[in-house]
């Protein structure tokens, strides 16, 4: 069936640093993407998404990068903080009704 | 303007039992969706409600059923619970066709014993 899928399920950096969290997808019919933060105890907070008529796109100290040729979605996070531990997810969707996740990548932040 | 709001916030169930789970949707958002999320893993859709009808539904069996009401508020039936269903129980609302504006709850959290 099709998936979406995170690289790599843990991700350590240094507060300050840059992170990037990487995604594969393999719905070559899927439209629209997204990045969820998950914190404990929470449900998934929206990030930023993403068309898939485009390749790039730009947020607050976040940038998502879209590759369709190759099926992949990144997420940079720009300067670390402490804040920005959490599970990160990847969703994607070709319709109107249903999001489809990834496992999700859990971003520990070092002090 | 308030969130998703799900209830109860935790709970335990026995093998074979029924549960019901709640939730209230945003303010103006029209769109009920359920999504089960097992522990170390990302949401799976179950389904999704609109104008108090079945709008769609992921590969969960039948004893998985819901209602949207008129407020637009929604339940989550489970009717004979197997251990697999312990799981964080999601819920998110929106105006149909809009992921920009889709805002999850906090979940409930689901233990079969």
């Known amino acids: 069936g099709e998936s979406v899928g995170l690289h790599l399920p843990t991700l350590s950096v240094q507060e300050g640093d840059n992170s990037i969290i990487n995604c594969a997808y393999s719905?070559?019919?899927?439209?629209?993407f997204i990045w969820y933060k998950q914190e404990s105890g929470k449900g998934p907070q929206f990030i930023i998404d993403i068309r898939s008529n485009m390749d790039k796109r730009q947020g607050q100290r976040v940038t998502v990068l879209l590759n369709k040729t190759v099926k992949h979605l990144s997420l940079q996070i720009a300067a670390t903080q402490p804040g920005d531990s959490a599970v990160y997810f990847c969703?994607?969707?070709?319709?109107?009704?249903?999001?489809?996740f990834g496992a999700g990548t859990t971003v520990t932040v070092r002090a | 303007e308030t969130g998703v709001t799900q209830s109860p916030t935790h709970l335990i169930k026995t093998r074979g039992q029924q549960v019901t789970l709640r939730c209230s949707s945003q303010?103006?958002?029209?769109?009920v969706s359920w999504y089960q999320q097992a522990l170390g893993q990302g949401p799976q859709f179950i389904f999704q409600y609109y104008r108090e009808e079945e709008n769609g539904r992921g590969n969960f069996p039948p004893r998985f059923s819901g209602l949207q009401f008129p407020n637009y508020s929604s339940e989550l039936n489970v009717n004979a619970l197997e251990l697999d269903d312990s799981a964080l129980y999601l819920c998110a609302s929106s105006r149909v066709g809009d992921y920009y504006g889709y805002t999850f709850g906090s979940g409930t959290r689901l233990t079969v014993v």
């Open positions: 303010s103006g958002h029209n769109t």
């Open positions: 719905n070559s019919a899927s439209d629209y």
């Open positions: 969703a994607e969707t070709d319709n109107d009704y249903k999001l489809s």
